[in-house]
């Protein structure tokens, strides 16, 4: 049992939190830096920022070739509050993107947002049909909305909170499982989360739960019993056989083997010349 009282009101100490703060905006100037194609990508290879890479590799793949990108790297140490990002997002938090590929830059944030953003411009993995669309966004949105119980929950007090809570564990991994269940019933029945057809809402959703059920995610794979969810783990198998899927994971990626690490993407060629393994001393 926990003897902490809230206070009649929250002042802010700065025990723990990192970087973060109780309000908004810029902390020290510093400028984006911009590359040579339409699309700049200012990220990170979390979750949220593999949905957004796997979407414009997927892009590619299919022959769009003004979805061709560069991929700067923001690490969540402070660089999240430079004047240039926080202008590109006003909520600090990666993925950021820049459309320059009309007469204006075009700035969009948040995941959900910029994949939307994406498929609508490349007419791509959005079904058109209104009531296959309305499933798509449903479901693009349902993710939107589970993260903070995933992310901010589970993943915060079974992972990283500098000390174990009974309650607040137990509570966000029975939502978490419940999630999973949610999306293991439902393909059961589809082939991939909004239909037939792999869309925007595949990517959105398989960087948390099929991390989650893969192992990769919070190492909480056997807490909570992922082999439980079959579908869950069918689909994951699927999607991580796909080209695009793999390379969409390895941008902006930080952790994990150095081979699977492409800390900016600039060129396609990327992949086979520059990720950590090569550019590591030998």
Known sequence: ?????????????????????PIAGAT??????????PLQLYSLGTPNG????????????????????????????????????VEANPNSKIPALVDRSGAQPVRVFESGAILMYLAEKFGAFLPAEPAERAECLSWLFWQMGSAPFVGGGFGHFYAYAP???????????????????????RLAESEYVAGPEYTIA???????????????LYNGGGFLS?????????????????????????????????????????????????????????
């Open 50 to 85: 593999q949905k957004v890479t796997i979407m414009l590799e997927e892009l590619l793949a299919l022959g769009h070739t003004g979805a061709e990108y560069d991929a700067w790297l923001i690490r969540i140490n402070g660089e999240q509050f430079g004047s240039g990002f």
């Open 226 to 282: 992922v082999h439980e969810y079959k579908n869950v783990l069918r689909w994951a198998d699927a999607l991580l056989a796909r080209p695009a899927v793999q390379r969409g994971r390895m941008v902006n990626r930080t952790t994990g083997e150095p081979s699977q690490q492409l800390h900016e993407r600039h060129d396609a060629s990327d992949f086979d010349t520059k990720t950590q393994d090569k550019l590591a001393p030998v």
């Open 28 to 37: 020290h100037e510093k400028e984006l830096p911009i590359g040579r194609h």
């Open 163 to 185: 000390e174990k809570i009974e309650y607040a564990i137990n509570r966000y991994a029975m939502e978490t499982k419940r999630l999973l269940d949610v999306l293991n019933r």
């Open 202 to 216: 595949d990517m959105a959703i398989f960087p948390w739960m099929g991390g989650m059920v893969k192992g990769w």
């Open 1 to 21: 049992m926990s003897d902490y009282t809230p206070p009649e009101v929250w002042t802010w100490n700065n025990q723990g939190f990192g970087t973060n703060r």
